[in-house]
């Protein structure tokens, strides 16, 4: 199955229902199942932010399952719809001065046991049993 590698705490955003987008630089033609791995590494100046959830940021593991079900331009106004609908998780995040990408749309996000692994770069490989 495929794998995208998240920094935290924004896979735990996702795994737990608060993000639905992903962003990338890079666009993907890829639709269907996907892996979230929690990447070693942290985005401490977010992390104060979201301290109010009081939510666990495990690292170098897979914690949930989702779809990618589109890959859209981020537009200004895909930006300002996107922080209108959820202020906390999308505002700030794409500034359009200095960013130029791409949301992956993710549907049908659950958690699921974690797995330890490392995780890699792109969309990646693993070898995943429901």
């Known amino acids: 199955m495929k794998v995208i590698t998240i920094k935290q705490l924004w896979a735990t955003l996702i795994a737990e229902g608060y993000k639905e987008y992903e962003f990338r630089t890079w666009k993907t033609k890829y639709r269907g199942d996907i892996l979230i791995h929690a990447g070693k590494g942290i985005d401490k100046k977010a992390m104060e932010r979201f301290e109010h959830l009081n939510l666990e940021y495990p690292v170098g593991q897979i914690i949930a399952k989702a779809a990618i079900t589109d890959c859209i331009y981020v537009d200004e ?5 996107l922080s209108k609908k959820d202020p906390i998780v999308y505002k700030g995040l794409i500034n359009k001065d200095d960013w130029d990408g791409y949301g992956f749309k993710l549907e049908n996000i659950e958690k699921i046991n974690p ?13 995943y049993e429901n």
């Open 77 to 81: 106004e895909f930006a300002q719809k």
């Open 115 to 127: 797995i330890e692994v490392n995780g890699k770069l792109s969309l990646w490989d693993y070898d």
